[in-house]
């Protein structure tokens, strides 16, 4: 992609949080940068929907201690909803970082997002482009964080009549020159730096996840023991050993986060017939309604 830039107002905010909360992750490094509202040459944003069918835009966070994430916070430069459609909307995914990647030195691997560990869907209608930051609400004490992570704006969800264009910082200004990522059309992740195919801009990205790092529901030490799965990579027929929870939700996401299976199972071993799914990679994951686990396999 190549691109031509234009800046957009910056205004100034401040963000207050209750008492449990402990952190705004990534809110005042940008803010110290320039705020900009970078337009595609195609129509679109560089960062939001866009003639190149971009399909994710995702910021990545680093941070040294285990925490619940509570919501992500959202700034947009421009937000148009001319479809009236109630079901248009972006959704917003958290990530683990575990996946293959592309930087401006090259292929990477274990560095971009990969695994959809909880995602929140946001109508376009509710969205703010007035200068306010919009509050995405996660399930409280449901999304538990280890180490590093990245939020991501889906934007496949959209109605074709609806644009959204996030800020970012201006080019120069980022933190650090991998955090921020895109999942372009053909499902591969670059980093918005890399020039040959993303748009050679060194920026972070207006999504600022807010987090508790004092977990009073103590759900950091439940977790569902790790689950296996036979054969991977498969044809037909998966096998999940492991499940260890009573009245299970057995999900498969798609590489952008849409759910494309569930089935109901009370634990023990499970055939999953996956037959039906195209070929790549896949995440499953176990719940049963408050705490999850989640492993990814490969769809031949």
Request: net charge negative.
């Amino acid at each position: 992609m190549k691109i031509t830039l234009t800046s957009a107002l910056f205004l100034l905010l401040t963000v207050t949080a209750s008492a449990q909360v402990t952190d705004t992750l990534g809110y005042s490094n940008f803010m110290a940068g320039t705020e900009v509202l970078y337009t595609s040459p195609n129509g679109g944003y560089a960062f939001g929907n866009n003639g190149y069918g971009d399909k994710v835009k995702a910021q990545t966070y680093t941070h040294e201690s285990s925490f619940v994430l509570r919501s992500v916070l959202l700034k947009f430069g421009d937000v148009v909803f001319e479809s009236g459609d109630s079901t248009s909307a972006i959704r917003v995914n958290i990530y683990d970082n575990y996946g293959f990647g592309i930087t401006s030195f090259g292929s990477s691997d274990s560095i971009a997002p990969d695994s959809v560990v909880g995602f929140v869907d946001i109508p376009v209608y509710e969205l703010f482009d007035d200068g306010s930051l919009t509050n995405v609400e996660f399930d409280l004490d449901t999304i538990v964080i280890f180490s590093k992570f990245s939020v991501g704006i889906d934007l496949t969800h959209l109605a074709s009549a609806d644009t959204v264009g996030l800020f970012s910082t201006s080019d120069g200004d980022a933190m650090g020159s991998i955090n921020a990522w895109e999942l372009t059309a053909n499902n591969s992740w670059f980093t918005v730096e890399e020039s040959a195919f993303s748009w050679g801009l060194d920026v972070d990205f207006a999504i600022f996840p807010v987090i508790d790092e004092n977990d009073p529901a103590r759900v950091i030490e439940q977790t569902l023991p790790e689950i296996s799965l036979f054969p991977n990579p498969c044809a037909n027929v998966l096998m999940v050993h492991g499940i260890e929870c009573i009245d299970c939700q057995i999900l498969v996401y798609d590489p952008v986060g849409r759910l494309v299976a569930m089935q109901q199972f009370e634990g023990g071993s499970k055939p999953i017939d996956v037959s039906g799914l195209h070929s790549g990679i896949y995440i499953l994951t176990v719940s049963d309604g408050f705490i999850s686990t989640s492993n990814q396999f490969i769809k031949l």
